[in-house]
């Protein structure tokens, strides 16, 4: 079966590979149409490896995906042959500890789709556990449903913030993440977000949505703009989105007394925080890995109406223009927030 291949660092082929296609009892075949280009995916092309995650023989890339039912296993019954779903691209171990706690994204043994070893959904059919495969309502297209992983996220930094209806929040990093964690913080509650960044076309991008307001930190100190939007008090919930270990200094001025920092951009190196600045105001922290039990919430986001993704796709390539879309992305434009990749007509 055609794939796109991560060959090794630097090197991507459009070319036939053996993958497994076998549908076990709880599981189901999908016909993927959509496919969302995503940092990581990026990452593992430029640089060969996530922290310990390391590309050692090739490997199918992509994660985000949504496609249509073609085949069920003999025990699934929540999804027919037909359906349209988006798939949770991380499987855990059903018997872990962490699966029985429903911390299932934080399983030591989850497989998750392109993270070495294994392969990812770049390539026109997978099979998938009915348990991660989720139905998207008629309104929802597979482009919107190949966007379903990256809000995730976003959903999970809103609920381990526990927004209170009414709060102030901040995102610092307007990429990917960050504009979907703005609007994930406003879905759960949040008055207003501001999202800070230094690039003005991104801003740009995430001021089009009402209630997100940036912040060009080449412009304006974002503590002075903070501190002048909530009359000195602080954000209740401030994101760290954007992973550089630069945005950790005088971090604790952005947050209110009693408020919370919530950590999901995960630098590169070794960070160093202010430990005093944050006790001196209780302040709660919090730290996001992927997401669980969130992607049926994003998708009752999505068909509601209340969260419109669809000005964040900028552009789809067809699968055979894969490479190009990810030579694309790995120039990181600043106009671009995400690439998708159609492989059905
Ligand atoms: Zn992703």
Redesign the pocket.
């Known amino acids: 079966m055609q794939a796109l291949v991560l060959e090794k660092k630097g090197e991507l082929s459009l070319r036939d590979i053996d993958l497994p296609l076998e549908v076990g009892p709880d599981d189901v075949k999908i016909a993927i149409d959509t496919v969302?280009v995503?940092?990581?995916d990026v990452h593992y092309y430029t640089h060969g490896a996530i922290g310990s995650f390391v590309v050692r023989e090739p490997m199918v890339l992509g994660?985000?995906a949504a496609g249509t039912i073609t085949a069920v296993g003999v025990h699934v019954k929540n999804l027919k042959v037909g359906d349209r779903v988006c798939m949770e691209p991380g499987v855990p171990n059903m018997n872990s500890r962490a699966t029985k706690l429903g911390i299932y994204n934080v399983d030591p043994d989850v497989r998750f789709w392109a993270t070495p070893p294994i392969h990812g959904v770049l390539t026109p059919e997978v099979v998938h556990p009915a348990a991660f495969t989720y139905k998207l309502p008629d309104n929802v297209s597979f482009a919107e449903g190949a966007m379903v992983?990256?809000f995730a996220v976003g959903l999970q930094a809103a609920t381990r913030a526990r927004i209170t209806p009414g709060d102030v929040g901040l995102v610092i990093g307007c990429g990917p993440i960050g504009i979907m964690t703005a609007l994930a913080a406003l879905a759960g509650g949040c008055a207003r977000v501001y999202i800070s960044d230094l690039s003005a076309p991104k801003l740009a991008i995430a001021g089009q949505y009402a209630g997100i307001h940036p912040v060009n930190i080449t412009e304006r100190k974002l503590a002075d703009v903070i501190a002048a939007e909530t009359e000195g008090w602080g954000a209740d919930v401030v994101f760290e989105a954007s992973g550089s270990p630069r945005a950790y200094d005088g971090i604790f001025d952005l947050v209110r007394p009693g408020g919370t920092l919530v950590l999901i951009g995960m630098p590169v190196e070794p960070t160093k925080f202010d430990v005093a600045a944050a006790i001196i105001k209780e302040a709660r922290i919090e730290t996001v890995f992927r997401y669980a039990n969130n992607f049926d919430r994003a998708v009752n986001l999505i068909a509601s109406g209340k969260v419109d993704l669809k000005p964040l796709i900028s552009e789809t390539f067809d699968f055979a223009q894969s490479i190009e879309a990810f030579d694309r992305a790995a120039k990181g434009l600043p106009d671009d927030v995400k690439l998708q990749i159609k492989l059905r007509g």
Do not use: A, D, V
Request: net charge negative.
């Open positions: 969302g995503c940092g990581s994660h985000e992983e990256p």
